[in-house]
């Protein structure tokens, strides 16, 4: 089996989310940060994404595509994806990641970030409390996340050498409910699952609530999100 190391970063606290994407800044950042690493300049690099990498000097040419239009196979020395394969990677991860090499060059890389299963934990009890009270039973109302053994383990099934992940454990904090629904909702990392959900007033008055509770004693609702970003050669 390959090895792999496994380095945990200093948690470090993003105080109040005042821009939509700045998980994507952040997760921008930490792919930035890997290429560093790379000793060669990349002709070609293939970034998964809709969200702009900032351009990086050892890259001489980036092309943007959707998972499911990327180009010819063997061209890419180099694929990035800013969390855009979190979800291809839990519907079928063994084929999609069977994709990505694909399209990688012989000693090719792929660096990737992943939200994992460490990520809101805080809000994830509030609503099942929430669920509970209303429902008397609770619903999954965010993911879904990836355990890192999990994709590690995925990612030697199918032949992908050097292996190398960092978590990056990130709290952000709420002042309004609002705001935490909006951002997330855009962000993707909410109500994704097809459920049969009754709807009742008195779970939005509970929620409500809680949450105008949570901020009056506390100034503000915490998010964590730990961040996995992975690097694998072909």
Known sequence: MTQFNLKKKKSRERFFFDKNNIISEIGNELIFDKVNFIKKDLDQVLVIDNYELKDHPKVLNYQYSEFEEVGEKNSFDGILSNFKVHIPLIQNMSENLNTIKQHLN????FCFNLITNNSMVTIRKLFNEIDEFVFEGAYTRFGPFHEVPNVIDGLNKNGFKDIVVSTEFIELNYR?????????KQFGLINIYDQNQIFKRDFLKKTELLFSKIIQQHESIPIELEIATFTAWK
Do not use: H, P, V
Request: proline content about 0%.
């Open 106 to 109: 012989n000693d090719g890389f």
């Open 176 to 184: 309004k409910l609002s705001k935490l629904r909006s951002d997330f």
